[in-house]
């Protein structure tokens, strides 16, 4: 497996689409796009986080980062790897003073605990989701 470094770069639903989704574009040439539906909560959630609007009381991922902070836990890398019938794949790196870890995840969750990291962490994709619509 093969994987490039991406950017989330936005947010967006384009109606009549009854989902949003979340835009990532290669950091290096050629550049390449791909956009992960999400649902209209998630798609809310990362928002925020993108744009680093607080909410008056800490919302799940704020609180997560928080309790991860506390911990000395840190978010090493988000990788989406995978797609099947349309669900995308993540997993999420996480680093403590005990070591690493690799937890499956969503990877609305993924990114949205990404871009609530005060040091943003490396988003990593499969290549293949470039190349091919069909499943990874």
Not at 41 to 54: G, M, Q
Not at 67 to 94: D, H, K, P, Q
Request: contains cysteine; charged residues 25%.
């Amino acid at each position: 497996m093969t994987l490039s470094v991406v950017d989330l770069i936005d947010v967006r639903i384009d109606l009549p689409s009854q989902f949003a989704v979340a835009a990532l574009v290669e950091a290096d040439a050629p550049y390449r796009k791909i956009e992960i539906p999400l649902g209209l909560p998630e798609a809310n959630s990362l928002a925020h986080a993108l744009k680093r609007i607080k909410a008056a009381r800490p919302l799940t991922h704020e609180l997560f980062v928080s309790v991860m902070s506390r911990f000395n836990i840190e978010v090493a890398v988000v990788r989406v790897t995978g797609r099947s019938n349309g669900v995308y794949t993540a997993e999420l790196e996480l680093g403590s003073p005990k070591g690493r870890e690799v937890l499956d995840c969503r990877p609305s969750d993924a990114l949205t605990l990404a871009m609530r990291c005060s040091v943003r962490p490396p988003i990593l994709l499969d290549d293949r989701l470039f190349e091919s619509s069909e499943d990874v």
